[in-house]
C-alpha cells in the first residue's frame, strides 16, 4: 500500500535552535517588519516591487550530503536529473534538471561530510543567486551573521557562506563578465560550474529530465517558539516578508507557519513549528534530523501530469491521496477545468480557484526524513493551504494509530 500523507507534507515543513544558532536576534538588533502585514497576506505571493538589499535572484542550488552519496546520485537520475560536471579538485558533482541544480558532496574531511554524520542524508546547504556575492556577504555580516571559514583550495573560488538553519549553510554566488559582454549580476556565460567544475563528457548541460524546471521554495522545520525569530533572520538580513501565515489545529495536534519571501520573489521559504504543547509532526522530524534544518524542496514544473508519470515510471514513490477527497473537489475547487480522473489516477491535489488554480503531490520521504513535492501553478501564488485542512485530519488519524500522538477523546 502507498504511503498516505503526513501532516508536515500537507502543511508547510520548517525547524528551530540547534546547538549553534546561526542568527542572534539580540546581537543583531530588531528586525526590518513589513508596515502591515495583514496586507501582505492578503497580496499573497503576488508581490510587489520592494527593497532587494542584496539582490536575490532566485535559488542558484542546493547542496546535499549523506554517508553514502552514491544513492543520492542514483535518487537524482531517478527524478530526472542528470550529472553535467565535477569538481576540478573535490568529489563533487552537479546534477541538473532545467534550472535546478543540485550538488553532492562526497568529499572526505569536509564541512559536507561532517555533517552527515550528524544529520545523516541531508541538506548541509542552499545558496541564493545574487548581484553580487562579496557585497551580500558583507552585508550579511553587518547586521550580524555569523560568516562561515570557507577553505579553499589553490585555484578555487572563494564563495562567501553564512550559517543558516540548523547547522546548514547560505552561499551567496554572483555571475561574472563573460564572453558575451554580460554585467556583474546579470546572467552571463560565466558562472561557478564554468571555473571550479569539468563537464562530464557526453553529458547535456541542460537536460530536461521529467520537466521539473526551477525551485519553487523550500521549508524549514524549527523548534515551537522559534518560527519568529528565524522569520526575523530572513527579515532583517535580506528583507524577506511574511506572505501567509498558517495556525492549523487537529483533534491533537497543530502546526503554525509562517512563509517567507524574498524581495525577487524567487525565494520561497515557509517555517514551520509545532502548535501545541503536544509532539506532532515537526516534532518527529526534529527528532529524526536531530535538529532544524531545511525538511522539503518544491520543484515546478508547467506539465504536473507528465511529471508525476516520468517519476512513478523511474520507481520515485509519491503519497497515496483517499479517494473520497477527489468527490469532494468540484464543491471546494468550482469550475476548475481539471479532468478529475486524470487527476484521482496520478493522486494530484488541487486548490485555488477558476483561473487560479495549484497542482501538486509529495514523494515519500527520500533523503532521511526530506521529501520533495511537485508544483505547478496555475496563477495561483500560495502553497496548497486549501488541501490542509482537508487532509489534517486523516494525517492525524494515521499518527494516532501509529501511537505517534495519543487520542484526548
Not at 552561499?171 to 552571463?188: E, T
Not at 523550500?218 to 532583517?236: D, K, P, S
Not at 515537526?282 to 531545511?294: R, V
Request: hydrophobic share 35%; net charge negative; with cysteine.
Amino acid at each position: 500500500m502507498a504511503a498516505r500523507y503526513t501532516l508536515s507534507q500537507v502543511s508547510i515543513a520548517l525547524c528551530a535552535p540547534a546547538a549553534r544558532a546561526a542568527f542572534d536576534v539580540n546581537r543583531a538588533g530588531a528586525p526590518h517588519r513589513p508596515a502591515d502585514r495583514q496586507a501582505d497576506r492578503r497580496q499573497g505571493m503576488q508581490i510587489p516591487n520592494w527593497d532587494n538589499p542584496v539582490g536575490t535572484d532566485g535559488f542558484e542550488f542546493i547542496e546535499y550530503t549523506a554517508p553514502d552519496p552514491k544513492a543520492l546520485g542514483q535518487l537524482f537520475e531517478r527524478m530526472g536529473f542528470t550529472a553535467i560536471a565535477r569538481h576540478r579538485h573535490k568529489d563533487v558533482t552537479v546534477y541538473r534538471q532545467g534550472d535546478i541544480n543540485f550538488i553532492i558532496n562526497a568529499e572526505p574531511d569536509s564541512f559536507a561530510q561532517r555533517f552527515a554524520r550528524l544529520h545523516g542524508p541531508s541538506i548541509c546547504a542552499i545558496a541564493f543567486r545574487v548581484q553580487d556575492a562579496a557585497k551580500a556577504y558583507r552585508h550579511a555580516l553587518e547586521l550580524g551573521a555569523w560568516g562561515f571559514d570557507n577553505k579553499t583550495g589553490p585555484m578555487e573560488l572563494n564563495i562567501p557562506a553564512i550559517k543558516g538553519i540548523g547547522d546548514s549553510l547560505i552561499y551567496f554566488v554572483d555571475r561574472w563578465r563573460g564572453k558575451n559582454g554580460a554585467q556583474p549580476g546579470a546572467i552571463g556565460d560565466i558562472s561557478i560550474y564554468d571555473v571550479d567544475f569539468e563537464p562530464i563528457p557526453g553529458a547535456n548541460p541542460n537536460p530536461v529530465g521529467h520537466g521539473l524546471t526551477y525551485i519553487d521554495h523550500l521549508t524549514h522545520n524549527v523548534h515551537r517558539g522559534r518560527m519568529q525569530e528565524w522569520a526575523e533572520f530572513y527579515e532583517r538580513l535580506f528583507n524577506f516578508r511574511e506572505v501567509r501565515y498558517f495556525d492549523i489545529e487537529g483533534k491533537v495536534t497543530g502546526v503554525k507557519s509562517k512563509a517567507m519571501t524574498s524581495p525577487c520573489g524567487k525565494i520561497r521559504i515557509p517555517i514551520n513549528e509545532e502548535g501545541s504543547d503536544t509532539a506532532g509532526q515537526i516534532q518527529e522530524y526534529l527528532d529524526a534530523y536531530h535538529g532544524e534544518g531545511i525538511q522539503h524542496i518544491a520543484l515546478g514544473t508547467n506539465d504536473i501530469y507528465g511529471a508525476v508519470d516520468g517519476l512513478r515510471g523511474k520507481g520515485v514513490k509519491l503519497l497515496d491521496t483517499i479517494d473520497t477527497y477527489y468527490e469532494l473537489v468540484d464543491r471546494r475547487v468550482p469550475n476548475h477545468g481539471e479532468s478529475l480522473d486524470e487527476l484521482k489516477k496520478r493522486k494530484i491535489l488541487i486548490d485555488g480557484a477558476r483561473d487560479d488554480l495549484l497542482l501538486q503531490i509529495f514523494t515519500e520521504n527520500q533523503i532521511g526524513p526530506i521529501f520533495f513535492e511537485i508544483i505547478q501553478r496555475k496563477g495561483n501564488q500560495g502553497f496548497g493551504e486549501g488541501n490542509f485542512k482537508a487532509l489534517f485530519e486523516s494525517i492525524e488519524l494515521d499518527q494516532i494509530r501509529r501511537g505517534v500522538v495519543q487520542d484526548k477523546a
